[in-house]
């Protein structure tokens, strides 16, 4: 007899509907699945049929066929274990007087030999799209994930064992409905910028990657600050939207870390050891799954001791720095995550760190620097739009008081900022200044008298690419934006300049 049921497949953190079709006949007893299934979904077999038997039903010898449809499309994930599950059910028909509500119902859901039902990841992507498609009959989960699937506002059932789902499959029983997770509890504070004392410069410069959501790099000496400057960062930044929310959480999701199946609302942080991967960095595997760049989606990526990484994973920035997304292609597919992140990264000015230093002498000579700062290649700081010098704190100002402004009247500047950066799009999108297109520069970022000027001289002094000019008129705007100025001023783009010391002082060291 055959038997049909629904699920969901996951590419990426898109979900899309896969048609579970059971078929057993009379023949030698054995078990297949086609419909192109990775390795987890094959193994199901064994998974399945302890879970039917210690579940108290009996399943005749025959010859069993499983397809996943559509067939063109590679399957993978645990989640099509409770839907197979059941189909055999229905094929072989133990279950009788199957509810005609329940013919059109989706299944998710990994079984446990014992026949619990046991949590998947990526419930609230597929749930999602689902819903995005128009859907609205019954959705069937893992009660480990009910307050997930409550996210999605589908009215999804809650299920623990295989015999409250078939029990619910044939009209003898009842499933709860997944009901929120209690509200979050507070994060742990990044700490607040007033705890930096000095380096106003490195202030200044991290208030206006906030305001515009640009990449930014701190070069200095150990004991500057650049990493309690970096984990400060996320206290200046403004809150994420419900849309940003929703995003960051689905990646979460993805990737099973999605903390007590709650909505995140915190912009996220993510500081990777330099030894990390190029995989795990970008995103990648037989079958691809999000890498740290797409963890800090809508957050910071920090990167800290910035040329100890690999060079293949710093040149793999590029992709994500210039078009905020990364493609992973495989020869049977190709998936894409969102990346839209700020990055902060931090790097010593030399091999032993005191190049430059007031009272400590440099140990390098002229190639070694040259060799540590050429880790760090061209096109991947032309990806950045500033460039900050930190110098040596002073004993007078480690023993002093704070008396910085403290990050809460720092991100009122910067939401006001990025109000006008709103109103200037005029579509309600938080579209920072960072991500502003060729077109929308010409448009809002004109340059006023004399700037053309100071541009030329500045792009034959330094170098500069045709992509720093675009990040310099992108940070000229963002520091109009942060002065209340309706337009670009001198001033802003001379402040603008400053942050791209790093495209001549990589060729002179």
């Given at each position: 007899m055959l038997a049909k049921l629904n699920s969901l497949g996951l590419k990426g953190i898109e979900?899309?509907?896969?048609?579970?079709?059971?078929?057993?006949?009379?023949?030698?007893?054995?078990?297949?699945?086609?419909?192109?299934?990775?390795?987890?979904?094959?193994?199901?077999?064994?998974?399945?049929?302890?879970?039917?038997?210690?579940?108290?039903?009996e399943l005749p010898s025959r010859r069993v066929t499983v397809n996943l449809a559509p067939a063109e499309i590679r399957k993978a994930g645990t989640h099509f274990d409770l839907p197979i599950a059941l189909g055999m059910l229905l094929a072989a028909e133990t279950l009788d007087g199957r509810d005609a509500g329940a013919a059109g119902a989706v299944f998710l859901g990994e079984l446990a030999l014992d026949g619990a039902i046991k949590p998947v990841v990526g419930v609230l992507p597929m749930l999602l799209s689902l819903k995005a498609s128009g859907y609205s009959g019954p959705v069937v989960v893992p009660a480990s994930n009910a307050a997930e699937a409550a996210l999605a506002g589908l009215g999804a059932l809650a299920a623990s064992t295989l015999s409250e789902a078939a029990a619910w499959l044939a009209g003898k029983g009842s499933l709860p409905a997944c009901a929120p997770g209690a509200a979050p509890e507070g994060t742990p504070s990044p700490g607040d910028m007033a705890e930096v004392k000095s380096q106003a410069f490195a202030k200044r410069a991290l208030e206006i990657a906030a305001a515009g959501f640009h990449n930014i790099i701190m070069v200095g000496p150990p004991g500057s600050g650049k990493s309690m400057l970096a984990k400060r960062f996320s206290s200046i930044l403004p809150p994420l939207t419900e849309e940003q929310s929703l995003e960051t959480t689905k990646i979460y999701s993805v990737c099973g870390l999605l903390s007590r199946a709650r909505l995140i609302t915190e912009r996220p942080f993510r500081e990777p050891h330099h030894s990390i991967s190029d995989a795990a960095l970008i995103g990648g595997g037989s079958s691809p799954k999000p890498g740290e760049v797409s963890l800090a989606h809508n957050g910071v990526l920090f990167l800290d001791e910035f040329p100890e990484f690999s060079r293949a994973s710093i040149e793999s920035l590029r992709e994500p720095l210039e078009s905020r997304r990364v493609t992973v292609s495989r020869v049977r597919d190709t998936v894409s995550f969102p990346a839209r992140f700020a990055l902060v990264a931090a790097m010593n000015p030399c091999p032993c760190g005191y190049l430059g230093h007031a009272s400590r002498q440099c140990s390098c000579n002229p190639l070694q620097v040259q060799k540590y700062r050429a880790r760090v290649s061209g096109p991947v700081l032309d990806r950045i739009d500033l460039h900050v010098q930190l110098s040596a704190l002073k004993y007078a100002d480690w023993s002093a008081l704070p008396s910085g402004e403290t990050s809460a009247s720092v991100r009122e500047r910067v939401i006001e900022a990025g109000r006008r950066q709103r109103a200037r799009f005029n579509d309600g999108r938080a579209v920072p200044n960072a991500l502003m297109n060729v077109r929308q520069i010409r448009e809002h970022c004109r340059l006023p008298s004399g700037a053309s000027e100071l541009l030329e001289k500045a792009m034959d002094r330094m170098g500069f690419s045709a992509r720093s000019l675009d990040k310099i008129m992108r940070v000229a705007r963002t520091i109009a934006d942060l002065a209340g100025a309706g337009d670009i001023g001198r001033e802003h783009v001379m402040e603008a300049v400053q942050y791209r010391s790093l495209d001549r002082a990589v060729e002179t060291v």
């Open positions: 979900g899309y509907a896969v048609g579970v079709e059971v078929d057993i006949a009379p023949g030698l007893p054995s078990y297949s699945v086609v419909g192109l299934p990775d390795a987890a979904v094959k193994e199901s077999k064994d998974r399945v049929v302890a879970a039917i038997r210690n579940s108290g039903f």
